[in-house]
């Protein structure tokens, strides 16, 4: 099998932490989605990305994988000697897991549960624990009692709320279906108790929330950003925000700067009682690559009228 470097797909240190690794993921998951990005290149990528998180964010599966040593480079040809696996405490029956490499199957196959019924919004699953694409799956462990697995969800069901279909399948090889009413105002690291029918175990799930391509999180706030044109930041204007839940009609104020932010109070993440976090649209002044005749001649003439300086307070 050919070897995979995980940390070379990411692109950080071997000595990287658990915050750097899963900066390191958000950024490159939000650069390939296949929301954003279409090409298929990207979605072979986007795969990767994910295998590899989806092996460095978890400490015992980094601890084992991280046991190969530093003399392997990728793509080389990795046959390790006999009972070296077990002595790792790899296991190397396979799982068929979905859109994972054989290198993958081949240490981690059977580490995990997947499947599911219900996809997630904006097509994205498999990030942060999910073993597949497009379903809605959670990863768990089972021994001794109770199952502890994690679950990801997007930001959108965060907001509004949500229903999932999902199927937890142990080391044993048991496949449970279970239903998951996610709450509105569900957030990262919220977890959530599934009592098991007789004869079954309770299963504790750990929410994860989803990169998105538009939107990040703080808390219950939302953060977005809010592309506007020259003569948008210079004159002012109403411009249509599309949030979670709809969309508004937001005032940019004039002479706005790229890097400000405009709080809409009230239409982020749901808190215990009723209320909501805000949402910060980051002004980014965004300037045409391309003009026609008249546009540059419109441009021309400002530039020849006008005494702005931009370097003056440099």
């Not at 099998?1 to 692109?11: I, N, T, W």
Request: net charge positive; charged share 30%.
């Amino acid at each position: 099998m050919k070897f995979r470097d995980y940390y070379e797909v990411l692109g950080v240190q071997r000595t990287a932490s658990p915050e750097e690794i899963q900066k390191a993921y958000r950024k490159l998951a939000r650069k390939f989605h296949p929301d954003i990005n279409k090409t298929k290149e990207a979605e072979d990528r986007f795969k990767e990305i994910n295998e590899a998180n989806e092996v460095l964010s978890d400490p015992e599966k980094r601890k084992k994988y991280d046991t190969l040593g530093a003399n392997w480079k990728a793509g080389q040809e990795f046959r390790p000697p006999p009972g070296w696996e077990k002595a790792a405490g790899f296991d190397f029956n396979g799982g068929g897991m979905n859109g994972f490499s054989d290198f993958f199957e081949a240490f981690f196959g059977n580490a995990a549960a997947f499947g599911g019924t219900s996809g997630f919004s904006g097509g994205f699953s498999g990030g942060f624990g999910g073993a597949g694409f497009g379903g809605g799956a959670a990863r768990g462990r089972r021994g001794p009692e109770p199952v502890e697995a994690e679950f990801e969800i997007s930001i959108e069901d965060a907001v509004n709320g949500a229903t999932k279909q999902i199927q937890l399948r142990d080391e044993s090889g048991k496949t449970r279906a279970l239903t998951v009413k996610i709450p509105a105002g569900t957030t990262e690291g919220t977890k959530m108790k599934l009592g098991g029918k007789k004869g079954e175990s309770d299963v504790y799930l750990k929410v994860r929330l989803a990169p998105h391509p538009r939107y990040s999180v703080s808390q219950h706030d939302l953060i977005v950003r809010l592309p506007v044109a020259p003569w948008e930041a210079a004159l002012g204007a109403k411009v249509d925000l599309q949030l979670p839940d709809g969309s508004i009609k937001l005032s940019v104020p004039a002479g706005c700067q790229s890097g400000g932010k405009l709080r809409v109070r009230g239409r982020g993440l749901p808190k215990k009682g009723g209320e909501r976090g805000d949402v910060l649209a980051e002004i980014k002044v965004v300037v045409p690559t391309k003009l026609s005749d008249s546009e540059r001649e419109i441009y021309e003439k400002l530039a020849s009228v006008s005494r702005f300086n931009p370097r003056s307070a440099a």
